[in-house]
């Protein structure tokens, strides 16, 4: 699990997370928020689960928060790249 600092709370904020295969980014507004050393792959046989924790494929603790656009791509993010995309994924 990767937990930024920054407290999101009534606010509008674009949310990103890019991985490389060695490190991890996590990026908010339009800024690096985390990056650190990636500890696995991603798994294939267990669902992703966006708003929530994953308990081994099963949705818990939910988020209260408002999810507007979710986008995949297939770039590792660079802070840069993440400040140009944000306004454009804010719209």
């Given at each position: 699990?990767?937990?930024?600092?920054?407290?999101?709370?009534?606010?509008?904020?674009?949310?990103?997370?890019?991985?490389?295969?060695?490190?991890?980014?996590?990026?908010?507004?339009?800024a690096?928020?985390?990056?650190?050393?990636?500890?696995?792959?991603?798994?294939?046989?267990?669902?992703?689960?966006?708003?929530?924790?994953?308990?081994?494929?099963?949705?818990?603790?939910?988020?209260?928060?408002?999810?507007?656009?979710i986008?995949?791509?297939?770039?590792?993010?660079?802070?840069?790249?993440?400040?140009?995309?944000?306004?454009?994924?804010?719209?």
């Amino acid at each position: 699990m990767h937990v930024g600092t920054t407290d999101l709370r009534g606010t509008d904020a674009v949310i990103a997370l890019s991985y490389d295969g060695a490190t991890v980014r996590l990026f908010v507004g339009s800024a690096l928020e985390y990056s650190g050393p990636q500890a696995s792959t991603p798994t294939t046989t267990i669902p992703y689960r966006i708003g929530s924790l994953n308990s081994n494929g099963t949705a818990a603790s939910f988020s209260a928060a408002a999810i507007k656009r979710i986008v995949v791509g297939r770039e590792f993010l660079t802070t840069p790249q993440f400040a140009q995309l944000a306004p454009a994924l804010r719209g």
